[in-house]
């Protein structure tokens, strides 16, 4: 079951919850502070993981830091 980010229409209220596909389509969640079933998505950043065999080896970061923290 995948995790959610909400936003209620009716208070305002974000809220993260674990539910199935079916229960989200038929509006079986409610916000946790009113109540309502009126929720709508929250798009937030996604992470991803990437393994470094997925990096190229002739970069072109002279710092010798590139690891993804020095902004190169």
């Not at 079951?1 to 539910?19: I, S």
């Not at 509006?27 to 009113?34: D, T």
């Amino acid at each position: 079951m995948p995790f959610y980010d909400l936003r209620c229409k009716e208070c305002g209220e974000e809220f993260n919850t674990w539910a199935s596909i079916q229960q989200r389509e038929n509006k079986e969640i409610e916000c946790p502070n009113c109540h309502s079933r009126e929720l709508e998505p929250v798009f937030k950043n996604v992470n991803f993981i990437v393994s470094s065999k997925s990096y190229d080896s002739g970069s072109s970061c002279s710092s010798g830091c590139c690891g993804g923290s020095c902004g190169f």
